[in-house]
């Protein structure tokens, strides 16, 4: 009831600004997710639609806001065009409470004929700061609230799993129990870089878009050091994606918002299978897991990774978690990765074990005349000191080279 009132407060305040500015303000906080805005009956452009479309400004505007310096402003700044981002001129006032940056106040200024606006006269600004600094407080404390909940709801303890559950649903934060499904995405950094700040903005951004998709309240979402997971009801309900049709929407969304992000080298979502409760989603949220970090080292398998799918890498997910080692399974194998120039013979014996040593298929496969084929097989035997008519080796060399793709000691082209 508190947080309507607020709410309520501060669109009497921006549709106050709006008249006194004499067009259309929109109010975004300091990490520029869209408040509340006035009615928007002059000229616009793509960013403004954009932002009151998704409630917050896409990872790109950010950056640029960040370059300007606009956190350290402390009146009124004037923005030029960006044509490329599709944003007019805008003058933008900070607000603070003090000296807490709380948020920005936005006015379209095409033809740059807009004075400065004297918010602070009219009163409308120091009004403006405390609303919004209530607005903030009331925010963060149900945000971690929610946090906490979904955090303790993936713990390991089944015990502490239901007490997460009971809280979240005596608080009203989810609206009722039910099949729950996983999904996890995964943002994959080029070599020797790690996702950085605005990745982390855009992975948000496109969880809560699939969040409101399913419905706040029937859905949950949750940012980690290095993905993000988004638990989704599962039961059938006309005009809620089902949880395949939400995993390749949140795929969509994860291409539209990193598409400019330098730190992002492509994403990954990995889906879990259903449970019967959401005191049972930490069970798919670790099969969301390990299918997105299969998928991370796996390009070939695709950008969305159903657990369901996963075959031998189910199991192979599961064990390297526990330091399992190539050598462990096949000490040969491993002889043979380390062998320089090998590449070759173990994308030959990875394709024989493929075709479950039918050499004719194999043949064809990798487009060799059958001599030659059984030159490389005998070659890897010598080197890998195994034989490939023995089954349970045939089933130990398959196996190790599963695992050398997921801990990227085997990398073919494919």
């Known amino acids: 009831m508190r947080g309507g009132l607020v709410r309520g407060e501060l669109q009497r305040i921006v549709d106050a600004v709006a008249a006194h500015a004499g067009r259309p303000a929109l109010i975004e906080d300091r990490r520029q ?172 951004q496109a969880l809560v878009a699939a969040r409101r998709r399913a419905g706040i309240r029937e859905a949950l979402h949750l940012i980690r050091h290095d993905h993000g997971v988004l638990l989704l009801p599962a039961e059938p309900v006309a005009g809620r994606p089902a949880p395949e049709a939400a995993a390749r929407q949140l795929d969509e969304d994860l291409q539209h918002v990193t598409r400019a992000l330098g730190s992002v080298e492509r994403t990954v979502v990995g889906v879990g299978q259903i449970r019967p409760r959401l005191a049972d989603a930490a069970e798919s949220y670790v099969e969301a897991l390990h299918a997105a970090r299969v998928g991370a080292q796996l390009p070939a398998l695709g950008r969305v990774v159903f657990w369901s799918a ?65 030159y490389r097989l005998q070659r890897i035997e010598e080197l890998a000191d195994t034989d490939l008519k023995d089954g349970d080796e045939r089933l130990c060399l398959h196996l190790g080279l599963k695992l050398a793709r997921l801990t990227g000691q085997h990398r073919p082209e494919e």
């Not at 009956?41 to 370059?67: F, H, K, M």
């Open 33 to 204: 997710r869209v408040v509340v805005y006035s009615e928007q009956n002059g000229l616009t452009d793509e960013v403004r639609r954009a932002s009151i479309l998704r409630r917050q400004s896409s990872p790109e505007v950010v950056a640029w806001v960040r370059d300007l310096g606009l956190a350290d402003a402390r009146g009124p700044v004037r923005t030029p065009a960006r044509p490329d981002l599709g944003m007019l001129p805008r003058l933008c006032v900070p607000v603070r409470h003090h000296e807490l940056l709380l948020g920005y106040v936005w006015f379209i200024d095409p033809d740059g004929t807009m004075t400065d606006v004297d918010l602070t006269a009219t009163g409308l600004l120091k009004e403006l700061s405390l609303a919004l600094y209530r607005e903030n407080l009331l925010g963060e404390l149900a945000a971690q609230r929610e946090t906490e909940a979904a955090r303790t709801l993936l713990a390991d303890s089944p015990e502490t799993r239901d007490q997460a559950a009971r809280a979240l649903l005596e608080a009203g934060m989810i609206a009722a129990d039910g099949p729950r499904t996983a999904l996890v995405a995964r943002l994959v950094a080029p070599a020797h870089r790690q996702p950085d700040e605005l990745a982390r903005i855009a992975l948000e």
């Open 310 to 374: 996963l075959g031998s890498y189910r199991a192979l997910a599961r064990l390297s978690d526990q330091q399992l080692t190539v050598a462990d399974v096949h000490p040969g194998l491993a002889r043979l990765l380390a062998t320089p120039g090998s590449q070759v013979l173990l994308t030959t014996l990875e394709r024989y074990l493929d075709q479950a040593g039918n050499a004719h298929a194999t043949a064809a496969r990798l487009r060799l005349h059958r001599t030659t084929l059984y």
